[in-house]
């Protein structure tokens, strides 16, 4: 791609590829001074209209940390590199890939001392590498090993990519398995993070309400569910908890009246559901609003957490 069409953004294709700069430093060699030049070569990547880049490490494999420039900065300052694209980096980033693909299907598969060597494989290619550490903390979660799974959440909760969009499944399922590991405490840091970085959504809020609730930090619990509740009024599961916690006494009475209005305008609201459902009859589909299409599925929050539906019976 060269730097003409890259000047032309309606005409044009995203940027993705190696790019390199260029650096000239002056060295005292002790005799004199030389020049010398510096070559630092970078992944570049535009999406939705933003240009990232993001620095190769010795591996060839783009590492580090992400940052945003301008398409006068790629015209004026990087020259683009792409047969070093094809050739080197292009292939290591597959070979990394593969060998993270193999890792989970090991993991999915219960073999987690294979996986656990898979993924060791992937990250000395590229230690911050977020599905390999992903991986690596859930197999030690899986296997009790709560030691070396605190190490690698140290590394992940450093990591902001570890909390991009992309990874969120990946990151739900280690937040759960942190707190049903009864590492509380690491879990809240997690999501805290979380809410950091990427703001709240329903299904953070709730996780963070079931990790308040493993502390019996029941007040904190309900703050959140609430959370979750206005975020998503139609919330199944986070109903199903405030009836289970007001049945149980475990609701604050600073919180009572708010819970019950959620829990009776729910009531009220299935019941006219109902209703119109039985007097169209049961031949005809009413058509699903843009707000419903917009609400996740329930049975995404309990992403292997199936001691959910228990906590709501006991």
């Not at 650096?23 to 939705?48: A, C, M, P, Y």
């Not at 009531?267 to 009413?286: C, F, N, P």
Request: proline share 3%; charged share 30%; glycine share 6%.
């Amino acid at each position: 791609m060269g730097l003409q069409e890259m000047a032309s953004p309606e005409d044009r294709e995203p940027i993705k590829g190696i790019f390199s700069t260029q650096e000239v430093r002056q060295v005292d060699t002790g005799t004199g001074i030389r020049k010398s030049v510096q070559k630092t070569f970078w992944f570049v990547e535009e999406l939705d209209g933003k240009i990232e880049v993001q620095p190769l490490n010795a591996n060839y494999i783009p590492a580090g940390k992400k940052r945003f420039i301008t398409i006068e900065d790629v015209i004026g300052r990087f020259q683009p590199e792409p047969e070093f694209y094809v050739t080197t980096v292009f292939p290591k980033m597959q070979e990394l890939a593969d060998t993270v693909d193999r890792a989970d299907g090991h993991r999915d598969s219960g073999e987690n001392f294979t996986a656990e060597f898979e993924y060791g494989n992937a990250l000395q290619v590229d230690e911050e590498n977020v599905r390999a550490n992903f991986g690596l903390g859930l197999t030690y979660l899986d296997r009790g090993e709560t030691s070396k799974a605190n190490n690698i959440f140290e590394r992940l909760v450093k990591l902001d990519a570890a909390f991009e969009k992309k990874h969120k499944h990946l990151f739900n399922d280690f937040g759960i398995n942190l707190r049903k590991n009864k590492m509380t405490k690491q879990a809240l840091e997690y999501y805290d993070r979380a809410l950091e970085l990427s703001g709240g959504d329903d299904h953070l809020f709730y996780n963070i309400a079931r990790a308040h609730f493993e502390k019996k930090d029941y007040a904190r619990c309900v703050d959140f569910l609430l959370k979750a509740i206005n975020s998503n009024p139609d919330f199944e599961v986070v109903l199903k908890f405030f009836v289970w916690l007001l049945d149980k006494g475990l609701v604050p009475e600073e919180r009572l009246s708010e819970v019950r209005t959620v829990v009776r305008t729910a009531e009220i609201a299935a019941k006219r559901k109902e209703e119109v459902t039985s007097a169209v009859g049961d031949g005809i589909q009413l058509e699903q609003s843009k707000a419903d299409e917009a609400i996740p599925a329930v049975e995404d929050v309990f992403a292997n957490d199936d001691d959910d539906d228990l906590l709501l019976q006991q």
